[in-house]
């Protein structure tokens, strides 16, 4: 008898029925989404991370750590750093 497929995203999807962890989990997916897109953005922009932190005033240890979400708090005004360095627009949406 072959074993039954167990497929992550069934998986996940039973675990997000737990309130507290569909929270958790929703407020990091924020944080790792927004960690690759500035990562996304840069490379697009044929950047290196020392070239951004240049841009920036900060060091590549601190650009590294945001792109690998390893940053524990970044603000809004950083964002709106990134977003200008990248030569991007910043859009925050509530819903």
């Given at each position: 008898?072959?074993?039954?497929?167990?497929?992550?995203?069934?998986?996940?999807?039973?675990?997000?029925?737990?309130?507290?962890?569909?929270?958790?989990?929703?407020?990091?997916?924020?944080r790792a989404r927004l960690?690759?897109?500035?990562?996304?953005?840069?490379?697009?922009?044929?950047?290196?991370?020392?070239?951004?932190?240049?841009?920036?005033?900060?060091?590549?240890?601190?650009?590294?750590?945001?792109?690998?979400?390893?940053?524990?708090?970044?603000?809004?005004?950083?964002?709106?750093?990134?977003?200008?360095?990248?030569?991007?627009?910043?859009?925050?949406?509530?819903r």
């Amino acid at each position: 008898m072959k074993p039954k497929r167990f497929y992550f995203d069934d998986w996940l999807k039973d675990q997000l029925k737990n309130p507290t962890l569909k929270k958790a989990y929703e407020e990091e997916d924020v944080r790792a989404r927004l960690a690759l897109r500035i990562a996304e953005l840069r490379k697009r922009k044929k950047l290196t991370q020392g070239q951004l932190a240049k841009r920036l005033h900060t060091t590549q240890q601190v650009v590294s750590d945001i792109e690998t979400f390893k940053h524990p708090n970044v603000t809004l005004l950083t964002l709106q750093k990134i977003a200008h360095a990248l030569d991007s627009r910043l859009v925050v949406d509530l819903r």
